[in-house]
């Protein structure tokens, strides 16, 4: 009971200067506006989606993880524009296009890295290590959305990586 007492709802970003569409796809369906757990929450929503997905072409969550990133450019551009600030943390649309990129790098290796590889995405989202930092200087929403890609690729290879090994060395 302690924990729910301590989630904040805040408010979207942009109420009133953006179409409501814009600040419900930036905050994941409005995931992003429940303190602390904003980009979390929208990472861990995804997952039934992507359980859905396992029986799909594997062409589909890399053309989805592009469709949410090219919306999430528009949106958080949307924001800025309409706020002036550039990476409104209520904003997590771009973890969950990172993430749907991630996961799309790491159904070759087997679905059952994605809790471990959300965990470690998340922390590092939250730390914004070099180059995540760099990328994040791009202009408008392609900052906003290009920073937990660098993240989202680089663990999606090492987790692949380390899958592929594994099955090598059970063979």
Same mark, same amino acid.
């Given at each position: 009971?302690?924990?729910?007492?301590?989630?904040?709802?805040?408010?979207?970003?942009?109420?009133?200067?953006?179409?409501?569409?814009?600040?419900?796809?930036?905050?994941?369906?409005? /995931?992003?506006?429940? #303190?602390?757990? *904003?980009?979390? @929450?929208? &990472?861990? !929503? +995804?997952?039934?989606? $992507? /359980?859905?997905?396992? #029986?799909?072409? *594997?062409?589909? @969550?890399? &053309?989805? !993880? +592009?469709?949410?990133? $090219? /919306?999430?450019?528009?949106?958080?551009?949307?924001?800025? @524009?309409?706020?002036?600030?550039?990476?409104?943390?209520?904003?997590?649309?771009?973890?969950?296009?990172?993430?749907? @990129?991630?996961?799309?790098?790491?159904?070759?290796?087997?679905?059952?890295?994605?809790?471990?590889?959300?965990?470690?995405?998340?922390?590092?989202?939250?730390?914004?290590?070099?180059?995540?930092?760099?990328?994040?200087?791009?202009?408008?929403?392609?900052?906003?959305?290009?920073?937990?890609?660098?993240?989202?690729?680089?663990?999606?290879?090492?987790?692949?990586?380390?899958?592929?090994?594994?099955?090598?060395?059970?063979?």
């Amino acid at each position: 009971m302690e924990l729910l007492a301590s989630i904040e709802r805040l408010d979207p970003p942009g109420a009133g200067m953006v179409p409501d569409w814009i600040w419900l796809a930036a905050t994941w369906f409005g /995931a992003g506006l429940l #303190a602390p757990f *904003r980009a979390g @929450l929208a &990472v861990f !929503a +995804v997952l039934p989606m $992507l /359980a859905l997905a396992i #029986a799909l072409p *594997r062409y589909v @969550l890399p &053309v989805l !993880a +592009v469709a949410i990133f $090219l /919306a999430g450019v528009h949106v958080a551009t949307e924001i800025e @524009l309409a706020t002036g600030d550039k990476d409104d943390r209520r904003i997590v649309i771009d973890e969950v296009a990172a993430f749907v @990129l991630g996961a799309a790098i790491i159904r070759q290796a087997g679905w059952k890295m994605l809790v471990p590889f959300a965990a470690i995405f998340l922390f590092l989202d939250r730390l914004k290590p070099w180059p995540m930092a760099y990328v994040e200087q791009l202009p408008s929403g392609w900052g906003v959305m290009a920073d937990d890609l660098v993240p989202a690729v680089v663990l999606g290879v090492l987790f692949m990586g380390v899958q592929t090994l594994i099955r090598r060395r059970t063979t």
